[in-house]
């Protein structure tokens, strides 16, 4: 028979052996698990070379067009608002307008004023006559002196002028109303036809020589 210390031993021998059988394979799955974790994974195939923007290829073109375009906008925007030059209508128009609106007002002292002032201004400008404030007798002898009206126009507008002032500071009521504002329009147009025909003669003498 064995003795209890060889069984002893025996015991011991075969723990120790199955300790260490299992501390080897631990250890080997331990190590076979690490070497696994630390393996790198696969890598993406590399992309192609990235092809330059649109702003890097035509930059410039585009700067160029978005500051004419800017150029464009402004002018046309300036074109658009800037005051417009007042439009200068002859004094034959001028006169014959605002003698138009006074036809069919009554004939009093301060119709009579405006038509006679409306037909100073027109002389005054169509025929180059000094501004300066006159008397009808001095305003009559200007027209009288002036080479560029004709003398059928001149003496028809002084009578005028005198007509009215004759009514103007009559204290007496006229028996008959002078249409002041359409006879006015009447001698706009005789004087017109007389300077048209005027220019005509001078420009006909210009080609004779």
């Known amino acids: 028979m064995r003795s209890p210390t060889r069984r002893f031993i025996g015991c011991s021998v075969l723990v120790v052996g199955c300790w260490m059988f299992f501390l080897l394979a631990f250890s080997d799955s331990f190590l076979f698990a690490q070497s696994s974790t ?3 994974p696969a890598l993406a195939p590399p992309y192609g070379e990235i092809s330059p923007t649109l702003w890097e290829r035509h930059g410039t073109m585009i700067l160029l067009a978005g500051m004419a375009v800017i150029a ?9 608002f800037r005051p417009k030059p007042p439009v200068i209508l002859p004094p034959e128009v001028l006169a014959r307008e605002a003698l138009t609106k006074l036809l069919r007002q009554p004939e ?4 009579l004023s405006n038509v006679s002032q409306i037909l100073r201004r027109y002389v005054i400008t169509a025929f180059e006559l000094p501004a300066a404030e006159l008397t009808t007798t001095e305003f009559c002898a200007a027209l009288a002196a002036s080479e560029k009206i004709g003398t059928e ?15 103007k500071f009559s204290t007496s009521p006229a028996a008959a109303p002078l249409n002041a504002a359409t006879r006015a329009l009447e001698l706009v147009v005789l004087t017109e036809n007389a300077r048209h025909r005027q220019d005509a003669c001078a420009t006909k003498n210009e080609r004779r020589i």
């Open 38 to 40: 630390n393996t790198l």
């Open 72 to 80: 464009l906008a402004v002018l046309v925007l300036w074109n658009i």
């Open 108 to 111: 009093d002292g301060k119709l």
């Open 153 to 167: 126009p001149a003496q028809a507008i002084s009578d005028f002028l005198r007509a009215c002032d004759e009514r």
